[in-house]
């Protein structure tokens, strides 16, 4: 079963220096770090899991790309799950 996950991504400019000199393009490197990070950590859980314990996925989901963007000069704020879209039934 495929399932459609919007999130959302506060992070702030710690180090405008770093955020220039050690990565390419800062705002599309975050970006792409928490979607990978998102879809590792929504494929660990089952799906009541990622409907039920979504505080518990914001903290992972949090904890997954943060470090990762410290050198950068980036410092993650939030990350957060804001709507999970389950599939539609096939009607025959």
């Not at 399932?3 to 800062?26: G, H, P």
């Not at 993650?76 to 389950?86: H, N, S």
Request: one cysteine or more.
């Amino acid at each position: 079963m495929t399932i459609r996950v919007n999130a959302v991504l506060w992070y702030r400019i710690t180090d405008a220096a770093k955020s220039v000199i050690a990565v390419a393009e800062a705002p599309i490197a975050v970006y792409q770090l928490a979607l990978t990070g998102l879809r590792n950590i929504i494929g660990q859980h089952d799906l009541d899991e990622v409907l039920q314990e979504r505080d518990k996925i914001n903290s992972l989901l949090r904890a997954g790309v943060a470090p990762s963007t410290e050198p950068w000069g980036i410092e993650i704020e939030r990350f957060e799950m804001k709507d999970v879209e389950l599939p539609r039934p096939c009607s025959r």
